[in-house]
């Protein structure tokens, strides 16, 4: 072992054993001084970093600081290759490699290149190794990657486009990769790749690329076939090509000229299943009612479409059909809890009694949305047991003295919460399932619940209640659920989805704090309440967020008429969609609606949300609410 690494290790494993009261002042005082150092960074101060670093050696988080003045500093070459040794097995040693390949070959330093690089995710840097590998003379491996990265319907990355082209010129290349990679550009809506290949073409084959083009466009134009080369396979090709875009908008059209011209054309029986499969799907996320019958044309089916399959015969209220779907599911998938419930409904409807008793009994003692239904329909008391996990001895003290930790402390303790997590996920993907439980336990003692529910998460483990669904912000949960009439359990419940209480999250699309709310959702309850409107990051502010959500919630209620399922897919997926969902004619059980949501998320939402709810109650010590007594019949729209 390295020196420098042995006394690294050392120094953080003693730092962490010291008692607190010999070094907290010290390190309050390093905390700021790392600060200071990583401000000078920012201002390109190097003399007075490198100063100020100096009185940093012992900090845990100084390789994060030397990492954020060498990714600076490229060329330095031999502190870049020192420090790669000594802190090989932390974090910023893969982030400054990365940094420091990306800097040699844009250097062109190919041997050093190919000295350093380390196989990743990064597909950048694997395409400029096997450019390196190229141009060393190991042609043969490096076209076998450029083939993989060729067959693909995105542009790769320019640093691709040596290797790539290399490729392209090569014996390897053939009319099929061509033809191949033109097809999946468009497949992927990218049709600017497309014009660019058609150059690779042969110019017989041009004319074909134009129509393929102009039909990708113009999908109408799939129906004037009468003049198109029926028994080549390319244009067989074309023709499902134009089937799939006109499905996206006129989806009764593409399935009729499909069925009218499919046999016409020369289309081997991957591609017909593929276009099968494509126009049921389709049919099934519009609750089209032919959705069932198009699904059966599937010959293998996977598990979306085998799903899809039992959805389409629900949303037919078809019980026969419910039940043949339910046969084709896998052994596994029988045996879960979603499709057990399912399979009850089914035999109490044909008239089998005692199969559905039995099935219901048994799902009752599932802590589930579905083991709930089960209970309520035999009226069971709801199995929620509580089994913490078992910490024993200092088994969370050594945990949290190893390095790794360590650094995801003082990146908590600093406020860098992103960094934190980044760092957290690095430490514990080294550790098997019971280290996985401990860590979701040091989680919860650092006052991180999201970080402890989803590491917790990964341990497989799932009755430790207490950490899995916290209380946190109940005085703002309390109070507002007051005001608005709701259940606070609800409101946990939400609030368990939305954000699993992390106050300061931030959806990609925009969504902010507890219970995930749109700032421009926000703007319109601050005028409903009268309120000032602050700033988008007022959102952030619990008291604020808990107080907007509540009764953002309670309008969606009264829109629905007080049903908690619409109002809950509703908050999830907007009330324009739940109203495209209503019944046309008839009223729909609960259930039913709720299992034939079209959107995936929206569908284990909601049930998510009524599951927490119960949960929730058990933790408040509460009673009275049961899933079934909010799933009244859904009405028609």
Sequence with gaps: MNTNTLSARVLLVGLVLMPI????????????????????????????????????????????????????????????????????????????????????????????????????????????????????????????????????????????????????????????????????????????????????????????????????????????????????????RLFAHGVE????????????????????FTIDPTLQQRIERKLGLSMAFKRNLNAYDRLTKVINPDEEVRESRIRAALLEQNWRHVNDALAGLTAEEKQTPHWQYWQARASAQLGDVVQSQSIYDKLAQDRSF??????????????????????????????????????????????????????????????????????????????????????????????????????????????????????????????RQESVFDKDVQSPVGAKGLMQIMPKTGQQIAVDLNEIWRSDNSLLDPDVNVRYGTFYFKQLLQKFNGHVPLATAAYNAGPHNVLKWLPAINNMPADIWIETIPFKETRKYVSSVLTYTMVYQQRLHREGLRVKNLLPDVGSG
């Design 245 to 264: 875009r006109m499905a996206k908008n006129d989806l009764d059209r593409a399935a009729f000229n499909w069925d009218k011209d499919k046999q016409s």
């Design 370 to 495: 579905y083991g709930f239904l089960a209970a309520d329909t035999l009226n069971k008391a709801y199995q929620i047991p509580d089994r913490p996990v078992p910490v024993l001895g200092n088994e969370l003290q050594t945990l949290e003295q190893q390095p790794d930790f360590v650094v995801a402390y003082e990146l908590v303790q600093l406020g860098k919460n992103l960094e934190a997590q980044k760092q957290w996920r690095y430490a514990t993907k080294k550790l098997n399932k019971p280290q996985l439980m401990i860590a979701a336990k040091l989680a919860q003692k650092w006052l991180l619940p999201q970080t402890a529910i989803f590491t917790l998460a990964k341990a497989d483990y799932w009755d430790d209640m207490e950490l899995r669904f916290p209380i946190n912000y109940f005085g703002q949960v309390e109070t507002n659920a007051a005001k608005n009439n709701l259940d606070p359990s609800l409101v946990l419940g939400l609030i």
């Design 21 to 236: 009261s010999v070094f907290s002042a010290d390190l309050i005082q390093q905390r700021s001084d790392f600060l200071t150092a990583e401000k000078l960074i920012s201002q390109h101060k190097d003399d007075a970093f490198l100063e100020a670093s100096s009185k940093l050696t012992d900090y845990p988080l100084y390789p994060m600081l030397q990492y954020l003045w060498l990714k600076e500093n490229l060329p330095l070459t031999d502190k870049i290759k020192n420090f790669l040794i000594t802190y090989k097995d932390s974090r910023y040693a893969e982030l400054l490699r990365s940094k420091w390949l990306a800097y040699l070959a844009q250097q062109q330093r190919w041997p050093e290149f190919l000295q350093n690089y380390q196989a990743g995710d990064d597909v950048v840097l694997e395409c400029q190794y096997n450019w390196a590998n190229y141009k060393a003379g190991n042609t043969q491996a490096a076209l076998d990657v450029a083939k993989k990265l060729w067959l693909a319907g995105e542009s790769q990355p320019a640093e691709c486009e040596p290797l790539l082209a290399a490729f392209a010129s090569s014996p390897l290349m053939s009319s099929d990769l061509i033809w191949q990679r033109f097809e999946l550009a468009l497949q992927a809506g990218n049709p600017s790749l497309a014009e660019y290949l058609r150059k690779y073409l042969l110019e017989a084959e041009q004319p074909i690329a134009n129509l393929w083009l102009t039909v990708h466009k113009h999908p109408g134009l799939i129906e004037n076939n009468q003049d198109w080369q029926h028994t080549n396979p390319l244009v067989g």
